[in-house]
């Protein structure tokens, strides 16, 4: 498994805790409009998500740049990165 690979796999997790929903459903290409509950409080829930599997911090310029899977893991690639 890849770095990308684990991250996925653990967003997967986040976006499940957050919004109760298939991690398998997620993919990098998934977008805030493709799921109907990542609404702003939903923004707010999947940060915190985020944060508790990670076992990182995000701050408000990390969580406004999350509109999609992607950036997502490219905002907390070099945050684990920065762990090991």
Known sequence: MNNTDYILTKVREAFRMAFDIDPQSISMETTASDISVWDSVGHLSLGSSLEE????????DDLMEMESVREIVRVITPKITEMV
């Open 53 to 60: 599997v990670f076992g990182i911090s995000l701050d408000v």
